[in-house]
């Protein structure tokens, strides 16, 4: 079974850094996404890790533990416009091109 | 520029009444895909094909069908609308991974909010 777990709701104060934290447990593993959602509005790509390690990618850096099963999206110099949620989603080995998504973290930013 | 379009961006439908979305992409990508996206949930994945080869996921309602005429366009099909299908309907696409052997990035278009009456 594929089950990816985030925390629902997070808050930061703008121009802070937050750590979005996804365990997740699937059938195997081929690759990590991590998606921007605003609200009403479709996912939108942020970064991929399929190695284990830090990329970084602007403001935004994604980290990878494959044998944790373990990642974060750590988002620096937060600004308002960052309020939204974040979905991390996994590809796991033998799903061909499919993605499973957690159910994403809620982040509000706030003066 | 938009790359993967969806219309419309709303739809209002009456509960059993048939309704169509549509979505066309300009990124010549091989793989389409439709999933369903309730408030506060994760996107569902409906189903998805890899050029006009169709892949249904088990859990997915018969009600709901797709086509595929040409590599730029897909629509989901609904058949009879009830209660329970009022979400949002997201339409993706992306490269081949099964060809590239690595994870191929999906492009979701802006979606379609259905409301059933």
């Known amino acids: 079974g594929q089950n990816i777990d985030q925390p629902t709701e997070m808050t930061a104060t703008e121009g802070a850094i937050v750590q979005i934290n996804c365990t997740y447990q699937?059938?195997?593993?081929?690759?990590l996404f991590w998606y921007q959602q605003h609200a009403g509005e479709a996912p939108t790509f942020l970064s991929y890790?399929?190695?284990?390690g830090l990329e970084e990618k602007g403001r935004f850096s994604s980290f990878l533990s494959r044998s944790k099963g373990y990642s974060y999206l750590l988002l620096k110099e937060l600004q308002m416009k960052d309020s939204a949620s974040y979905l991390c989603?996994?590809?796991?080995?033998?799903?061909?091109?499919?993605?499973?998504f957690g159910t994403g973290t809620q982040l509000k930013v706030e003066l | 520029d938009a790359m993967v379009i969806q219309n419309p961006r709303y739809q209002v439908t009456q509960f059993g009444k048939p309704v169509t979305l549509s979505c066309s992409q300009t990124?010549?990508?091989?793989?389409m895909y439709w999933y369903q996206q309730k408030s506060s949930q994760a996107p569902k994945l409906l189903f998805h094909?890899?050029?006009?080869?169709?892949?249904n996921e088990a859990d997915t309602p018969d009600n709901f069908q797709s086509r595929r005429p040409n590599t730029s366009f897909c629509f989901l099909d609904i058949r009879s609308p009830g209660l329970g299908d009022a979400a949002m309907y997201l339409c993706?696409?992306?490269?081949?991974?099964?060809?590239?052997?690595?994870?191929?990035?999906?492009?979701f278009g802006p979606g379609t909010r259905l409301l059933v009456l």
């Open positions: 993706a696409t992306s490269r081949d991974a099964r060809a590239s052997g690595r994870g191929e990035t999906q492009y």
């Open positions: 699937t059938s195997g593993f081929n690759g």
């Open positions: 890790n399929v190695l284990d």
């Open positions: 989603a996994v590809r796991p080995t033998g799903g061909g091109n499919k993605l499973t």
């Open positions: 990124l010549n990508h091989n793989v």
């Open positions: 094909y890899y050029d006009k080869d169709f892949n």
